[in-house]
């Protein structure tokens, strides 16, 4: 599996980065939001995780645009973000997201929900 991890703080990336290799799987690594909408294009990934609270486009923007691109429509998003405010998780679907980690997070658990994810094989 290819995942796309989004998020504009290096230990963030860094830990889903060890997570997904120990995990046995590949990765390509976006530092804000218009990273990601472009590096989605296509939809040429198994799975995004999207930080919401990114610069120069926020999580919430990238998801809808990500969700415009037909290619990338099936690819799942999980939303990775520090908003664990009640409502957090319905706002990060209505933008387009399908599952919602919060921060911090354990990387055994995010493993496990993402395997989960590519069992389904898409959204």
Known sequence: ATILVADDDFDNRAILRTAREA???RGVE???GLEAGAAAAGGKFDLIFLDMSMPRLSGWEAAKRIRSDPAAARVPILAFTAHAMPGDALKARAAGCDDYVAKPCVPREVVAKVRGWLERGGR
């Open 30 to 32: 976006a530092g804000d």
């Open 23 to 25: 995990a046995g799987w």
